[in-house]
Nanobody, 123 residues
């Protein structure tokens, strides 16, 4: 049973930074694509950033240049460094894993999900 556990969310002022972490257990996920999605109240869950099993990163246009995704296969973790945060970045952030190994825009492609961590950016 694979479990993904996110951490690092919180309350931050606009312009600030947060670092989200996702720790996986139950299986080595080095062959999985890992991704971060976010969901605002009343809206669909959307891909923020993903990193393939080969280490190729993808970013949504809204976060390019501000967010950085990285993975540590030795520790079975993935991180999302978020800088220059905007109030519009406020959402629940979810970690996800896709066994196909490449980043998909579609949440239905992902095999495993974390429980989510709240990020709130105040103006």
């Amino acid at each position: 049973q694979v479990q993904l556990v996110e951490s690092g969310g919180g309350l931050v002022q606009a312009g600030g930074s947060l670092r989200l972490s996702c720790a996986a257990s139950g299986r080595t996920l080095s062959n999985y694509a890992m991704a971060w999605f976010r969901q605002e109240p009343g809206k669909e869950r959307r891909l923020v950033a993903g990193i393939s099993s080969a280490g190729v990163a993808y970013y949504a246009d809204s976060v390019k240049g501000r967010f950085t995704i990285s993975r540590d296969n030795d520790k079975n973790t993935v991180h999302l460094e978020m800088n220059s945060l905007h109030p519009e970045d406020t959402a629940v952030y979810y970690c996800a894993a896709d066994s196909r190994g490449f980043t998909s825009l579609f949440g239905s492609s992902y095999n495993y999900w974390g429980q989510g961590t709240q990020v709130t950016v105040t103006s």
